[in-house]
């Protein structure tokens, strides 16, 4: 599985992003999908899955209530959307792939990802 990461750049405070993540590949539909992030300095955490079947989501607590995470499988698409964003999130942000890490697991130092993608920067200006 190939995975794209786009959508992001420059936006202000408070303002509001949509990062895209295409799949490719065998049975992409098929993997759980989500994104994490890595800002300067920092350590990569954790920021949104969605189950394969886009029935089941799961948020870290930084951006609950702020992000919605989507899927199309049509077209093997995964989407953040980040609202109300502030210069702490800034980052770059990566998407992953995944067939049997519980959602719940994602981000936990137990699990490893199936796939990665390459990063696109977000950079939020106070």
């Known amino acids: 599985v190939q995975l794209q990461a786009s959508g992001g750049g420059l936006v202000q405070a408070g303002g509001s992003l949509r990062l895209s993540c295409a799949a490719s590949?065998?049975?992409?539909?098929?993997?759980?999908m989500g994104w994490f992030r890595q800002a300067p300095g920092k350590e990569r955490e954790f920021v949104a899955v969605?189950?394969?079947?886009?029935?089941?989501?799961y948020y870290a607590d930084s951006v609950k209530g702020r992000a919605t995470i989507s899927r199309d499988n049509v077209k093997n698409t995964v989407y953040l959307h980040l609202n109300n964003l502030k210069p702490e999130d800034t980052a770059v942000y990566y998407c992953?792939?995944?067939?049997?890490?519980?959602?719940?697991?994602?981000?936990?130092?137990?699990?490893?990802?199936?796939?990665w993608g390459k990063g696109t920067l977000v950079t939020v200006s106070s």
């Open positions: 992953a792939a995944d067939l049997t890490t519980p959602l719940t697991g994602w981000g936990s130092p137990y699990y490893e990802m199936d796939y």
């Open positions: 590949g065998r049975a992409a539909s098929d993997y759980d």
């Open positions: 969605i189950k394969w079947s886009g029935t089941e989501t």
